[in-house]
């Protein structure tokens, strides 16, 4: 089965750090990418996707992720946090010609401190 | 937001009861989703549909049954609820199968 890993359970930040936050997936083949943010208490939303094209990709909010096809990964980025933006962030990732529905990673929770 | 309803939001029940939980939208999206929450495994598949009556089992789909009779509609049903099953459950829809996927609200599942 297709698989994705989040490299980090839980960020510890301050506000006006910036953010980096880890994503691989198992598949060389054609993909699918999202990033998916859950605040506290709520559903997830979309931040972000690719499909194809600039792999460097902008989202709501101030994030941005970029597609590196030769490393699996496709993380996720701000350059600086804010306390809002406290909450647990998901990649997934639509394997094609493998069930094409979505594989979520476990999340990343991430804790901005004011 | 995406017009999706997930009914109930909260539900308490005796294990070895039958369950349903619903999701209603209102996009006419083609591709309905189950799927549940749990710390440290994400988010992961129950079942799905692809159309009207057309449903297929996702990565935990034991003990799970779902029902589609129109577009708008997608159940779950659990047949004989268990412990294990206490969750948070979300229902998600999307026009197509590589579509981004928008999610419901979540209805959280105890079974004591």
């Known amino acids: 089965a297709q698989s994705v890993s989040q490299h980090n359970h839980h960020v510890i930040l301050s506000e006006a750090a910036s953010l980096e936050l880890g994503c691989n997936y198992s598949?060389?083949?054609?993909?699918?990418l999202f990033w998916y943010v859950q605040y506290p208490g709520q559903h997830l939303q979309l931040l972000l996707k690719?499909?194809?094209?600039?792999?460097l990709v902008k989202g709501i909010k101030g994030f941005e992720a970029e597609f590196i096809k030769s490393k699996f990964s496709f993380n996720l980025r701000k350059p600086s946090v804010q306390w809002s933006d406290t909450a647990e962030y998901f990649c997934a990732v639509i394997f094609h010609n493998y069930g094409q529905n979505f594989v979520f990673g476990p999340g990343t929770r991430l804790s901005v401190l004011p | 937001d995406a017009g999706i309803t997930q009914s109930p939001r909260h539900k308490v029940t005796e294990t070895g009861t039958p369950v349903t939980l619903r999701c209603h939208q209102t996009e006419n999206h083609r591709y309905m989703y189950w799927y549940r929450q749990d710390p440290g495994h994400g988010l992961r598949l129950i079942h799905y549909s692809y159309g009207v009556k057309d449903t297929d089992k996702g990565e935990v789909s034991d003990g799970y049954s779902v029902s589609r009779s129109k577009t708008e509609d997608f159940l779950l049903t659990l047949e004989s609820a268990t412990s294990s099953q206490t969750s948070v459950y979300f229902c998600?829809?999307?026009?197509?199968?590589?579509?981004?996927?928008?999610f419901g609200q979540g209805t959280r599942l105890t079974v004591v």
């Open positions: 690719y499909f194809s094209g600039d792999p």
């Open positions: 598949y060389g083949g054609t993909v699918n």
């Open positions: 998600a829809i999307s026009e197509g199968p590589n579509t981004e996927a928008f």
